[in-house]
Each structure stands twice: as structure tokens, then as C-alpha cells.
């Protein structure tokens, strides 16, 4: 399912976003990987497709960042711009199918409203900047979360940009903004009891699946890999349905100072992981995604 059409009728209900492809697992096929990539991954000792095709990070330690420093923490947001274009420059040279970023949660809106102005000036100027060299790079834009709340400019620089990128056929780039992974399986929940009322499923055809496409990820890959920056060992309820089955590595690297090198120390442990995915692996064979 493409097209901005769609992509803002599931959006505006309660936080579904679109399919990427309608694949998902290892019927995606990997992104093209950049010459630069293909000699980065060799240096690390690995081979591409022991990479994670979806990579999804919670990126920490902004204010504390800021703090360090005798700054604003606005200072660290700001700083964390940086980090973005970084692993996404890099995501794209290592030819990740999905990045997906956690931007703004439901529960952050209790933070000062000074910052969260920022914030949203912040997010709106991303998206109106770097939509040039999300084209250049291929780049499709998507987002999770709840549009109620957003500031009309910000959503109206997302939708352009979403548009814009809808065609792009490299790494797609989703941004988590005002979500939350328990209203998100709630508001699924909700339009699931919703359909089976109407009588457009049965109870018994109710499976993982099924609920799944009900998801704001729904057509989406689950992430392999769920990085967190700044040391921090908990999820923030961010994607609890997708990361069941992800490997989590956690660095003590702060957001606004992460980096390319970070993305690839991360892949790197990734690629030593053996998954089993609750089975056990054939022997002699260590299983990659």
C-alpha cells in the first residue's frame, strides 16, 4: 500500500501507518548497499546479510547531554540533529530496509512547555529541511503515533514530505512521534472489537496476524535490532507488540555524540547473536534474522 492518500487516512486513525511493500521478515528484499557500505561492512569481518534489516532506536540522553555542559537542554535536542542525519546517512550506505526512530512519546508531552515548543519547531524544521536530501538518498518518510495534539504546521511539513518520499524505493525512515506502544495496541484492540461487531471478521479468525494488521506497523517488518543510547535498560513502551523477537543492545553513548561508528558496533553485535526465535538452531549454524 503506498500513496499519501492512504498514508494520512490510517495516520489520522489513531496512529496506523502504511504498509511498506505489504512484505515483511525475509520476503523484504535488503536495500541497495552503497560501494562505501559494502567496504564498511567487510572492515567490521561481516558479510551483508548478516546485518539487521530493521533497525529501531530510542535515542536518549539529550538533556543530560546538555546538561554536561552547562547548556539548555533544547541545546541537546538540537545536537541531536546531528545524530540523525548521521545514522540515516549511514543506514542508507549499509542498505537497512527500515530505520525507525523514536522521536516523541505520548508521555513526554509532561515535560516543560518551553521544550516541547522547541521540540516541535525542531521536528518541523527536519522535515522541511532535509527533504531534499531524503530524495537524494532515496529516502521514504513515515510516521507512527497520534496526529491529534501535533501542531498543524508540523503536519502539514510531514504530509508534504511523505509525499514527496512516497516513490523512493530505498530505506524507509519512520518516525515515532506522539506514541505510545500500549495506546497503540489499544487503539488496535479497539478497531478490531469494532470490525468483529460489524461483522467483518469472526472471534475465530483472530490471530496474531490478524492483529497485527491492525497495528500502526501494520505491512512493516518487525525490528531486528532495538538500540538504546545513554545507557538507560528499559523500552519506554516503545514498540512492545514489534520488538519481541529483537536483540537489544544498549550503549552508554549519549544521543547528540552517536554516531555512523555507533550504528556499526551495534550491527556488529548484532551479527555475533545467535537467534533462535524460542527454538534451537540447526547445528553448526548460527541463525541471522
Known amino acids: 500500500m503506498t500513496g499519501i492518500g492512504l498514508l494520512d487516512s490510517l495516520w489520522a486513525d489513531g496512529g ?20 562505501e557500505g559494502l567496504a564498511r561492512i567487510a572492515a567490521l569481518g561481516l558479510k551483508p546479510e548478516q546485518l539487521p534489516r530493521h533497525v529501531a532506536i530510542i535515542m536518549d540522553g539529550n538533556g543530560r547531554w546538555a546538561e554536561a555542559r552547562g547548556l539548555p537542554r533544547i541545546m541537546g535536542h538540537r545536537r541531536g540533529i546531528q545524530s540523525v542525519r548521521a545514522v540515516v546517512e549511514e543506514g542508507c550506505r549499509l542498505g537497512l530496509d527500515q530505520l525507525t526512530l523514536y522521536c516523541l512519546s505520548i508521555e513526554n508531552w509532561k515535560r516543560p512547555p518551553r521544550e516541547l515548543q522547541f521540540l516541535m ?8 529541511v532535509e527533504r531534499a536530501e531524503l530524495m537524494e538518498q532515496h529516502v521514504r518518510l513515515t510516521m507512527i503515533g497520534r496526529r491529534e495534539g501535533l501542531p498543524d504546521d508540523v503536519l502539514r511539513a510531514y504530509d508534504r514530505t511523505a509525499r514527496e518520499t512516497s516513490g523512493n524505493t530505498g530505506m524507509t525512515l519512520c518516525l515515532a512521534v506522539n506514541y505510545g506502544g500500549r495506546t497503540e ?37 518487525d525490528p531486528d ?28 553513548v549519549l544521543w547528540p555524540d552517536f554516531r555512523g561508528e555507533d550504528l556499526l558496533a551495534a550491527c556488529r553485535a548484532f551479527a555475533g547473536r545467535e537467534r533462535k526465535f524460542g527454538g534451537l538452531p540447526r547445528q553448526g549454524l548460527v541463525v541471522r534474522g
Open 16 to 35: 496506523r501507518a502504511p504498509a511498506v511493500g505489504g512484505m515483511s521478515g525475509p520476503e523484504m528484499s535488503r536495500s541497495s548497499i552503497s560501494d
Open 121 to 128: 519547531r525542531l521536528l518541523r524544521h527536519f522535515l522541511e
Open 185 to 221: 495496541i489499544a487503539d488496535a484492540a479497539r478497531r478490531l472489537a469494532e470490525d468483529v461487531r460489524a461483522g467483518a471478521i469472526t472471534p475465530e479468525r483472530v490471530d496474531e496476524a490478524t492483529f497485527g494488521s491492525y497495528l500502526a506497523t501494520a505491512g512493516m517488518p
Open 225 to 252: 535490532l532495538l538500540i538504546r543510547t545513554a545507557g538507560e535498560m528499559r523500552v519506554s513502551n516503545f514498540l512492545l507488540w514489534q520488538i519481541s523477537y529483537a536483540e537489544i543492545w544498549v550503549t552508554g
